[in-house]
């Protein structure tokens, strides 16, 4: 019941607020919607990064690949060695194994942290130029489509938005 009460509150509230701007909506003249995730994904600055990054990560797979194989190479001696050598020669590969462990864990966080700071410079830029084409094309709305419950095409503003960003990266 409380649960309901709160649901028909927050309507009630939502209603309250949208209301009086729907009363407004006479001076909304300009309304357009762009679908985010599609402009990400196409925007150049993204396939370059995402392109960079994945060759980040290959050259750190190499290293591992490298670590790995000095690893198995410690453990092929091992088994060649008297039962007294034996020691020295584990106590080198766990030291091997640790070292591999934290430079996997270490190349997986800087790439993961450089990751998101250029989703936020995207992000960043994608926002800005959206501004920036409302105000110089007379928007009172851009919206996100994905909060649309219905939208005509005509007003879908994405391609545009996608061509101004990569006409821009490329300078």
Do not use: H
């Amino acid at each position: 019941m409380k649960k309901l009460a709160v649901v028909f509150l927050s309507l009630s509230m939502l209603v309250t607020l949208v209301v009086p701007i729907g009363l407004e909506a006479g001076n909304i003249s300009k309304v357009g919607y762009i679908d985010l995730a599609k402009i990400f994904d196409q925007y150049n600055r993204t396939k370059n990064s995402d392109s960079n990054l994945e060759r980040e990560w290959k050259d750190k797979q190499g290293e591992i690949e490298k670590m790995k194989g000095a690893i198995t190479s410690l453990k092929d001696e091992l088994e060649l060695r008297s039962e007294s050598a034996k020691e020295g020669k584990q106590a080198e590969i766990d030291k091997k194994i640790k070292k591999l462990q934290d430079f996997s864990k270490e190349a997986k966080d800087e790439l993961t942290s450089k990751r998101s700071e250029m989703v936020r410079e995207i992000l960043k830029d994608i926002d800005d130029t959206i501004n920036e084409y409302g105000k110089s094309k007379g928007y009172d709305l851009i919206l996100n489509e994905r909060v649309l419950l219905y939208r005509n095409k005509v007003l879908d503003l994405t391609d545009k938005i996608v061509k101004i960003l990569n006409d821009k990266y490329k300078k």
